[in-house]
């Protein structure tokens, strides 16, 4: 057997312990896989004497990470300490600076840094792999990469946050309201004590831009990346929606399109879309992700497994150190990043498909009136409407109206709400979710 | 850009013609992923005067197909004519005597000659893939030997024949009886002419043996796996699995277990079962493929997509050109072929679960306390029964009776129906269906 792969851990939060378990517990097996052993020679953490389940004794201990990617005896370093910047960053530039593969799951970090990152990763002719950055254990990263390489795709998108997802199927099954489940969730490790970039879905538009790069050869561009949370999904929305014959479930979804003056132009949205019940997506429920590529000899793939946790996350991490023991330094978003194309964002508003509006109104005659004529002055047609139950708003009772458009433009949906901004009919801001059909 | 890698395609039916289209469709993008083009140099075919829609002017003809191995102008032989032995063995022999790399689609060849061939291409240094013989587009075959290949695998199993699928989901959506809809799928091409492979699950078998020796690290052995096809399931086991709350698939499913010994032992089944609802399996519907895999850190991943069609399987064909052009030779089988296990197959008889029985019997007092009583000696204990309906069997009506038995070893179903054998009570042999619950 050839001589090991030697890697340096930065970061021994759940991950890293589930790494440094996975690759003691199938060790056997990992080296037959990767034609050698795989090895740590380093780590490194914020604090060193915290107990952390795993006997560290056997490897060498750095205070400062940055150290770990300088270290004569590593080959490739594995960096889950998390954040788009900070020690994270300053680790993978040091790391392929000095000509050394890097592993991370780091999803923020890619998505903002990820172009950058790829071609320092191909000066130095070394790997620079993600597969835990998006979908925890799902190999769906290579998948686009590899699997469906021949193929164009014309459509990525799927259900990327576990928490989000968690939530709202909970919510599905016991009635509850969002903030009373969110609260179980943290209450039961679920959900961080601070879950802003899960619930507001910034999470999932980090994993979405690295989709979506990989899956069209688009340089990654975190930025346009529209993102909605699910704050605003009442258990009534998810009521009316089951009625309806959808689920609600928080999408991340890119797209690219030829625009007028035929330049490419990619959409990427995360938002709660209601999900047509014979979708595929519809039936991913708990904390499972899945991802859904469009191609155009191959067709639909749908790509589902556990999207978080210590062991599909390392799982995914120790895939990508396999395939770099096996000689495997492809280019990290497929094609070289000197040849991804830049492409600029669409807007929405040329965007056609069926939404499902929800106002919060007052309960005082001539309302409903208001709203249907705003929707016929910017050209809504509406398919049903249904005015149900009341529901307190701060200290008011109000009166829930949900309808679902016919197939009609984005734009359109956008001026009726932009005739209806300020009434006095409406007690609170509506909720637009667009429909995925099957 | 690099030389091309320069193929030689045999075989130009249905799945031949499409990786001609894809290559030319999708040409520019492919040697981008690839790093270098992908050219055709010679092709084979039977006859050669037959249209086919596609040009096929450029390329060099040969009448002998095994001759294509040996030119000096082609790195990859494509192997698309099938069967097991036959020309595309004597060509596959041929090809990596020649050190030259074969991809396949042939999943009767893998099954049956799969060790000789891989032994064969390792000892050449050459690469033998056949992401194209498992599960149409899905890159399956990928995600067990890369994706999740930190894992041991403790169960693989899926939906592996769309023309079975197909006929189930057409039965469960219209009511009607097998041979009915077998009818209208072979009139409108989904079912062959000769339909024998596709729905007693040889094809399913042949998969799944590849799948299972991928996924657990043995050597390919597909002489063990026992196949049940679909053409004994009436339109009324649909109907009252629906009722129970599951829906009927065909199911490759194999296991590894360790037996009394401490020997590794390998089931490997195909046949119908009940889906419970809240399995994803139950929802796949159509020619489509899924297939679930269950790993010691990842958990449960599952690969959805269409199992066939010339699209689809040419996206598989191509991308294992594309692996092979970036320079990837890896084991056929994940671990090289002289490591894999042999493992001895595992009987069924300790198995437990939940099994589906259904009886067709003579309308006449005293059948019922017969049956009941041979599941009584046998130890066989009984969830719910259901007498139902009449069914025409030949010239003589008869009575369904269906059950549902506890939890318990599946050698019990069998003694009980052994009691049973030769009971002029029976007007058919029992059908006998295993339940996967979620």
Known sequence: MSEPLRIALAGLGTVGGGVIRLLEANAALIARRAGRPITISAISARNRSKDRGVDLSAYAWEDDMVILGERPDVDVVVELVGGADGPALALARTTFEAGKALVTANKAMVAHHGLELAAKAEAAKVAFKFEAAVAGGIPVIKALKEGAAANHIDRVYGILNGTCNYILSTMEDTGRDFADVLAE????????????????????????AILSSIAFGTAIDFGP??????????AADIAQADALGYYIRLIGMAETELDAAGQRRLFQRVHPMLVHRDHPLAHVDGATNAVVAEG?????????????GDGPTASAVVADLIDIARGDIGAPFSIPAAELEKASPASSGHRTGKAYLRFTVADRPGVLAEITAAMRDAGVSIESLIQKGRA????????LVAMVTHEGPESAIAEALRLLEGS???????????ILED
């Open 185 to 208: 969730a943290q209450a039961k490790g679920y959900a961080e004590s601070d879950p802003t970039f899960d619930i507001d879905g910034i999470d999932a538009a980090h994993k979405l």
């Open 296 to 308: 155009n000899f191959v067709g639909r793939l749908l790509f589902q497994g556990a999207g978080a």
């Open 424 to 434: 006095p009919s409406l007690a609170a801001p509506p909720l637009v979710m667009h």
């Open 225 to 234: 990346v529209a993102a909605t949370g699910i704050r605003r999904v009442l």
């Open 392 to 399: 307190a708003i701060g200290s008011t009772e109000a009166v």
